[in-house]
């Protein structure tokens, strides 16, 4: 039993925050941004614009792409790490906004940077088990709560912003999501976590030094594991978190640059949103067809990782 992409979107806060906005209010250079992360700008939710509100916004998109309405979705997973409320999940919260009147489940995942992927693991089980139809991953993140102003370091790397897909159950086990596996160890907490004033604390080389290692193990493990080869991926859209890590990831396995899409640049890292944004992107600008197969690995917080197959 597998299933296929039937519709996609994506929400950008309005307010773009470029590297010259961070120069005036902290000691740190454009320059030092770009060169370090590849990152210029990012976007930056309002005050009052929360993770609901990005993901319902994306998730309308969805549906209107596919041509669909919101009954004829039968499960709801959102990616976060950022919600403003404990509970109700952010999920709940996009199905009453878009006046569901079926009482499916909905419910959040937490994988922080690499939730989209444990999102995508959560839908292929449901669809392989046979007990869903149409299934909506929604990554959505409001970063900017997190970023402290008074930490260059991790200041000038997130952005806000949220990504839909939607996928539906087909006899096909070439198309939609092919594959996923994800990992964690939870030893390497101390790494990368928020702190309870909301505040994000990472040790950043160490950061840097995991994901340029464990991104390409999880790559090569899927593809193994799905039996193709590098030959085989159209495009690899991996976390956009910095461009040096793209890039060394890229190198590790030997694909070339032109197979690998950036957002990084005009997205900052957006954690749980990344997949789903740059797909949507990627899209929307006419990179990526029907038909394609993309390699999308991550790395994050937890420490988690994985990597998925998507034929789009
Ligand atoms: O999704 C996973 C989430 N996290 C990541 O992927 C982050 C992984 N890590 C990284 O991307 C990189 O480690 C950073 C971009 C965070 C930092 O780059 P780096 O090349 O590892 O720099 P560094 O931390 O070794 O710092 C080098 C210098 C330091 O100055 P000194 O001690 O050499 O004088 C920092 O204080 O750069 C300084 N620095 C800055 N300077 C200007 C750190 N942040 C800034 C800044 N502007 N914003």
Redesign the pocket.
Known sequence: MGNKLIGYGSYLPERIMTNADFERVM???DE??VS??GIHQRHFAAADETVADMATNAARAALENAHIGIDDIDMIIVATTTPELDFPSVAVQVMGRLGATQNIPAFDVRGA?TGFIYALHCARGFFTAGIHERIMIIGAEKMSRFVDMDD??????FGDGAGALIFERSTSSYSGIIDTVVMSDGKKFDM?HGSPDHKII?N??E??KM?VSLMPDAARYIMDHAGITQDDIDWIIP?Q??I??IQSCAARLGFPLDKILITVDKHA?T?GASGALALAYAFDNGIIKHGQLILYPA??SGLTWGATLIRV
């Open positions: 000691d740190t250079t030092w941004i370090r992360t940077c260059r370091s991790t200041a000038v790397l990368l990472m950043g080389p950061t840097y994901a976390h978190a910095n040096r890590i890292n954690s790395f994050g």
